[in-house]
């Protein structure tokens, strides 16, 4: 997720730590409260401090291989957790505040519920994790919710603006759901109906929280962040199933090995899929690009934004095989004995760590393209496509993770 959506679920866990203590008799000062929402924000931050050294692997790759890597584990969270408990006990004697034993221990867990917190959100969109290193090396993939979703911004904020002490928070907070709110309507990467939507959510949110009492306040928060989620999980299956099936009777003698899926930000019903095939009884594997809708009744698929801008990097091959759930937008077909020779390559085989959904194409006599087909957007190089000579690299990528590669079913003999 997005380091916004972070810093807010931190204020959110805070704010409610406060309000479970009121509701026990303990009335926390106002320096403790501060200490705790800045110390939260920080921890549900800090496992994304990979950004510092991911670029000890050289290129691109050293962003694609360390982002989400080992500061995005378990055995790394109680460091984390020391960090920004060290944090808010500093800023609490910083304002003169003496704590008891009861905030030292309310301090002590909301510093590890953050990279806890950190790690089950970034679980929950399909860039993945791999939460459990050392002891498993493999991915795990949410495929829930985009990103940047603009609806945990629109239930979560109001929350925030009315807990808040100050105009600081209120201002940078506010500031930013009527930013997010705004693209939402002006860049297209979200359908008109769905922007309303997450504008009306916003609004209705904003009004409530305005009604409440501070602890029914946090309660609508967190329960509407839970329906944020609950929505899209529940979309998800159900246009998966739809794919799924689909594809099942549309290309017999081939197995489909995973549905890489990611909706559009505000837009349950809208689904992008990658689906991976590999033929049962040939050496063809094919990735399958859709748009597909959870319920065509209420958004055909014709209606929903397509994340690609012209012509994509990947040589697809087009079909038109549409209807209100599906609208294809091309398969990539290639051959597991020329992924498997490609990746005797030590530079495509770091790669292959990374990539879920690989393909590969030359691009001129000089290169040619590694990419992942889940972020292949447009013609130009992007996120998840490295451009690799044809020549043999005369040094191999430098500490490579041990990431197993997400599609070792298809490098397999």
């Not at 401090?49 to 692997?57: F, H, I, K, P």
């Not at 904003?206 to 899209?232: D, E, N, Q």
């Not at 690989?358 to 130009?380: K, M, N, Q, T, V």
Request: with cysteine; proline share 8%.
């Amino acid at each position: 997720m997005d380091n916004v959506t972070h810093a807010l679920a931190g204020v959110l866990t805070a704010e409610a730590a406060v309000q479970w203590r009121r509701r026990r008799g303990i009335e926390p000062d106002l320096a403790w409260r501060h200490a705790a929402w800045m110390a939260s924000a920080l921890a549900h931050n800090l496992p994304d401090a990979d950004v510092l050294y991911a670029y000890v692997t050289s290129g691109p790759l050293g962003y694609l291989l360390h982002h989400r890597g080992h500061t995005h584990t378990l055995v790394l969270a109680p460091v984390f957790a020391t960090i920004a408990y060290a944090f808010g006990s500093w800023r609490a004697r910083a304002r003169g505040s003496a704590w008891s034993s009861s905030d030292r221990t309310w301090m002590a867990v909301l510093a590890l519920l953050g990279p806890l917190g950190h790690l089950a959100l970034d679980a929950s969109n399909e860039y993945g994790v791999h939460p459990f290193w050392p002891l498993s090396n493999r991915w795990f993939y949410g495929d829930t919710i985009f990103i940047l979703e603009p609806l945990f911004w629109a239930v979560a904020i109001p929350c925030v603006l009315f807990a808040a002490t100050s105009r600081a928070p209120r201002v940078l907070f506010g500031g930013l759901l009527v930013a997010i709110l705004a693209l939402a309507w002006a860049t297209g990467e979200v359908p008109r109906p769905f922007a309303a939507f997450a504008t009306s959510v916003a609004i209705g949110a904003m009004v409530t929280a305005w009604r409440m009492s501070p602890g029914k306040r946090i309660a609508s928060a967190v329960a509407g962040s839970g329906c944020v989620l609950a929505l899209f999980g529940i979309a998800g299956r159900a246009a998966e199933a739809r794919i799924r099936a689909r594809v099942a009777v549309e290309y017999p003698g081939w197995r489909t090995l995973d549905v890489a899926r990611f909706p559009v930000p505000a837009s349950p019903t809208c689904w992008h899929m990658v689906v991976v095939q590999r033929e049962e009884q040939g050496d063809r594997y094919a990735l399958r690009v859709l748009r597909a809708s959870a319920w065509p009744a209420l958004v055909p698929a014709r209606l929903c934004a397509t994340r690609v801008r012209g012509i994509p990097t990947a040589p697809l091959v087009h079909r038109d095989r549409r209807d209100a759930s599906v609208e294809p937008a091309g398969d990539f077909v290639g051959t597991r004995s020329e992924l498997r020779r490609r990746a005797t390559r030590c530079d495509f085989a770091a790669f292959l760590r990374f990539a879920r959904t690989p393909f590969y194409a030359d691009r001129s006599a000089h290169d040619w393209i590694a990419g992942e087909l889940r972020y292949d957007s447009d013609a130009a190089l992007g996120f998840g496509e490295v451009a690799l000579p044809h020549d043999p690299p005369t040094r191999c990528p430098t500490l490579v993770p041990p990431w197993t590669a997400p599609r070792a079913d298809l490098l397999a003999p």
